[in-house]
């Protein structure tokens, strides 16, 4: 089976770190799984790593993307880290208006 098949059965977040055999802390994951796998999938479409042909490459890349997203929340937390648009919300937000709709 490829990595991506193996994959196909993987529903939580813990599911993916013992799958990649990646050591957490139950407690974290539990509060921070849905940011953990976000950011996992974000990394994933940042690099395309299933475009990759050598499956023990792609799976040395998706453990290090997934060791990099679990990491983030160790290191920092969700407020920080901004994963969901929710926490992004206050921040400024670029608005480009054009000349014409000034004219009016």
Do not use: G, W
């Amino acid at each position: 089976m490829s990595l991506d098949e193996d994959m196909q059965d993987l529903v939580s977040a813990e599911d993916f770190l013992d799958f990649f055999q990646i050591a957490y802390d139950a407690e974290r994951v539990k509060v921070y799984r849905l940011h953990i796998l976000q950011r996992f999938h974000d990394y994933l479409s940042r690099e395309k790593p299933n475009q990759l042909t050598d499956e023990a490459e792609k799976h040395a890349t998706y453990t290090r993307l997934l060791q990099q997203a679990y990491q983030d929340f160790v290191d920092s937390n969700a407020q920080t880290e901004k994963v969901f648009k929710i926490f992004r919300r206050d921040e400024p937000q670029e608005v480009k208006i054009s000349v014409d709709s000034l004219r009016r």
